[in-house]
């Protein structure tokens, strides 16, 4: 089986509910403590085996690039003044062994668009998706490291799931269950509370087959008129090649203002500040 060590980070979106704060700084560039959030998803990728990350950028977001790449300026400051550790913290944001690719996204057309802008640099290889949005404390295994053993040992698109009751099932894609354990027989984009096939949730990774690309390519748009994986994985589900893995550590959707808090003050707490 093909080993994974791609990542698509679809990171091109403006951010508005971070506003005016991020009219100039990316929104995935905000800060949980000392931190910014596009690295904890970085990082945990990384832990999963991965050796390429693939950033699906848009213009305003060259405070991505910059991040991640060397600043021997700053780097010689700190030395020059025997702050050693922290020119070491600088100069290993990533492993020496870990490449990053930025991509734009010219215009916003959906996830399954940002993912397609990925198409060229990924290939034909199985590969996973990062959104940064989607905080994952991490735990022992790793959500990304659990999403790409299940997909390296059964060769079927991996998508992480969670139990979502009440009204707020509506706000995800929602899985329809497949008679046999993991096995996911739909993926349903958004659907109406009362018309929800379940209370499992997809959340923000995935593992995911080269095939994907040929079912995006034919996708007419879905919800909003954009480009959703969702119904290419919902597509792929339909032919039996989707399972689901239950999400293990504590998640946290910074995609909004009370969510990047709560990780936050998280984060805080487990590192004793509060």
Request: a negative charge; glycine letters at 8%.
């Amino acid at each position: 089986m093909a080993k994974v060590t791609k990542a698509v980070f679809p990171v091109a979106g403006y951010g508005t509910r971070f506003l005016p704060a991020t009219k100039a700084i990316p929104k995935e560039m905000l800060p949980i403590l000392d931190k910014p959030l596009i690295q904890f998803a970085a990082e945990e990728a990384i832990s999963a085996g991965i050796k390429t990350l693939i950033f699906v950028t848009s213009r305003v977001k060259r405070a991505l690039e910059d991040h991640f790449d060397s600043n021997p300026d700053l780097e010689e400051v700190l030395r020059s003044k025997g702050k050693c550790q922290l020119a070491d913290l600088v100069h290993d944001t990533i492993p020496a062994d870990v490449e990053c690719i930025f991509v734009r996204q010219r215009e916003q057309l959906g996830l399954g668009h940002a993912v397609l802008c990925a198409e060229p640099i990924v290939g034909r290889e199985p590969f996973a998706v990062l959104l940064p949005d989607d905080f994952i404390v991490p735990d022992s295994s790793g959500t990304t490291a659990t999403l790409v053993e299940a997909f390296e040992r059964t060769g079927k698109t991996q998508i992480s799931v969670m139990t979502v009751d009440g009204p707020d099932i509506s706000k995800y894609g929602v899985v329809r269950p497949g008679k046999n354990g993991p096995n996911v027989a739909g993926l349903i984009e958004k659907p109406p509370y009362d018309e929800a096939p379940s209370n499992l949730a997809s959340i923000g990774r995935y593992v995911l087959s080269p095939e994907i690309f040929a079912v995006l390519h034919q996708l007419p748009p879905g919800a909003g008129g954009e480009i959703q994986l969702a119904d290419a994985i919902n597509h792929q589900a339909e032919m039996g090649e989707v399972q689901a893995v239950t999400l293990s550590g504590d998640r946290y959707d910074c995609g909004s203002v009370e969510g990047f808090l709560a990780a936050t003050m998280r984060v805080a707490r487990d590192k004793g500040y509060l």
